[in-house]
């Protein structure tokens, strides 16, 4: 493979006739890409064999032009390559383009009609290109990951199959997980997590158990508790999932503004309960503080992790500070730090006056699934799951220990730099319900999600229109249908959500998005991914969640 065919984005050019082909290569060049011009259908597959980001190609060069080996290469991509192709039309439909026909036969085909406008040409390759970067990603993963299945073969194939699906799931960690740390994470995982998500399953299964045998012999007394013990049973999976993507930087993250005293102070009662009547518990907080930016949840939950874990720290007692600084980083410390910028920071750290770590226990303390404790009392993800919320936040976590003294963890976050702006909520009592037939569109490839959506937003009065994927979703967007809000799973097959997103907001620029996901690598920093007028939820999401967004959404 050569380095042009490695990561190649230029745009490949054919339009024989008239000026298209010097006008669409002088668009993508100012706009910054990279293209050229071929003469005809041989030269096209020539530049097409040594790397193309896109094909852009006029209609009437495939007219009566052999298409073999153009359709040849094209069936011949690999499995991770689903080559972008922009076909110049003529406007009138099929009947004034024949050439429009083969779409199906060229595989990952848009359609731009002249003349164009250059932002329309410009949008569709800037779609084109983020998805075949996509497509090199996944290429680059799965030569990681077909290189560490050879040496992992012998050993996966002793594992349970529930241990199987897990590690296929973590296998996206591999630029975390080094060659020497791999069969020590096995052994962590079996015995683990394999240990937690049965207990958590177990919990799931005989509650429903449970319900269905009250049920059937009509007893419908005190079903409440056995539904409470299900869905906590389920809530701790779902927690344990993202525990799991945090430490891989994973993880949706809906950062904001945040004031962290505030934040730790409405958790003292939490943190109390948390550890022994034998730990003193007191709080140090800069009055001062700055206001950082992160997401709320997952500070919360990295606070409570580290407060636990310097209580295990403890076991005949101590002191356990939770303190709050300002601290500006200069050059001379962020550059020892990869993804980490000099600036103004804000400081959460929790000291105990416990057993210390030895340095060898720190070096390895953030690697995934390393842990001191027994098995089946840890699972060694609580302080990777900090060090990946710190890294994908912009920030950084260090560890200051010595045996027999103490240990000190301490969570640099970014300062806030925006405009604090005041947080507006709907009235909870009159939000769900719809009003003036409000019409939601729904995208969900899975079929399960999809009625149980719309199962909840209809018993709320909203008119309904479902697809189960892009495809079927773009002549919806591009009718007169009423669509007041566009819900969207973010992995749907094919074209995507956010693709799905930008081309519905062609034909409707004021369209709101409303994504849903369970895993979107891409959507790890909301910042980065969300337009205005587009919000985020993560599976597993509450109803009372879903239909609060629903609501703020429709009626902002």
């Known amino acids: 493979m050569t380095a042009m065919e490695a990561m190649s984005e230029r745009a490949i050019i054919l339009a024989p006739l008239g000026r298209d082909s010097q006008i669409a290569l002088m668009m993508l060049n100012e706009a910054g890409f990279d293209g050229v011009i071929t003469r005809d259908l041989g030269a096209l597959c020539n530049e097409l ?148 998500f049965n207990n958590m399953l177990t919990g799931i299964i005989g509650s429903l158990e449970l319900l269905r045998r009250r049920l059937a012999r009509g007893r419908t007394e005190d079903l409440d508790s056995l539904i409470d013990l299900g869905v906590t049973s389920a809530n701790r999976a779902a927690g344990l999932t993202h525990r799991l993507l945090a430490f891989s930087r994973r993880q949706s993250l809906d950062s904001k503004p945040v004031q962290m005293n505030t934040l730790v102070v409405s958790m003292d009662e939490l943190l109390q309960r948390s550890i022994n009547e034998s730990i003193h518990l007191e709080m140090q907080l800069d009055e001062q503080l700055w206001v950082a930016e992160a997401d709320p949840n997952q500070l919360e939950s990295a606070l409570l992790n580290l407060v636990l874990n310097a209580r295990d720290a403890m076991p005949d007692g101590g002191k356990l500070l939770v303190k709050t600084s300002n601290q500006h980083l200069d050059t001379g410390f962020t550059e020892a730090h990869n993804n980490l910028q000099p600036g103004d920071y804000i400081v959460l750290s929790v000291t105990d006056t416990g057993c210390g770590m030895p340095q060898s226990t720190i070096n390895r303390a953030f690697d995934p699934f390393f842990t001191t404790k027994p098995i089946g009392q840890g699972t060694g993800l609580g302080l990777s799951m900090i060090y990946g919320f710190s890294k994908q936040s912009g920030g950084h976590v260090s560890i200051q220990s010595e045996v027999g003294k103490g240990t000190t963890v301490s969570l640099f976050l970014p300062r806030f730099s925006g405009e604090l702006l005041q947080d507006t909520q709907v009235d909870a009592q009159h939000a769900p319900y719809a009003r003036d037939g409000e019409t939601v569109l729904i995208v969900e490839d899975d079929p399960a999600v999809r009625v149980l959506v719309s199962a909840v937003l209809s018993e709320l009065g909203y008119a309904l229109v479902e697809a189960g994927d892009a495809d079927s979703a773009v002549p919806i967007l591009d009718s007169g249908q009423r669509i007041d809000l566009l819900i969207s799973d973010v992995g749907l097959p094919g074209m995507n959500g956010r693709q799905l997103a930008e081309i519905g907001r062609q034909y409707r620029p004021d369209l709101k998005v409303l994504f849903i996901t369970g895993y979107a690598e891409h959507a790890a920093v909301r910042g980065g991914f969300l337009d205005p007028g587009m919000q985020m939820i993560t599976k597993p999401f509450t109803f009372d969640l879903l239909t609060a967004k629903v609501r703020e959404m429709i009626r902002v």
């Open 49 to 196: 064999s040594l790397g193309a980001g896109l094909l852009v190609i006029a209609s009437e060069a495939l007219l009566g032009a052999d298409l073999e080996p153009l359709l040849g290469l094209i069936e011949q991509q690999p499995a991770w390559s689903d080559l972008p192709i922009v076909l110049l039309t003529h406007h009138g439909g099929p009947e004034q383009n024949p050439a429009s026909r083969l779409g199906s036969q060229l595989g990952n085909v848009t359609f731009l009609e002249r003349p164009f406008h250059p932002v329309t040409l410009i949008s569709l390759v800037t779609t084109a290109l983020r998805g075949r970067r996509r497509q090199y990603e996944a290429r680059d993963r799965l030569i990681d990951l077909s290189q560490s299945e050879l040496r992992l073969q012998n050993t996966l194939e002793t594992l349970e199959q529930q241990v199987e699906e897990r590690t296929a799931q973590l296998r996206h960690n591999e630029e975390v997980l080094r060659q020497s740390q791999k069969m020590e994470a096995v052994g962590q995982l079996t015995g683990g997590i394999a240990h937690d």
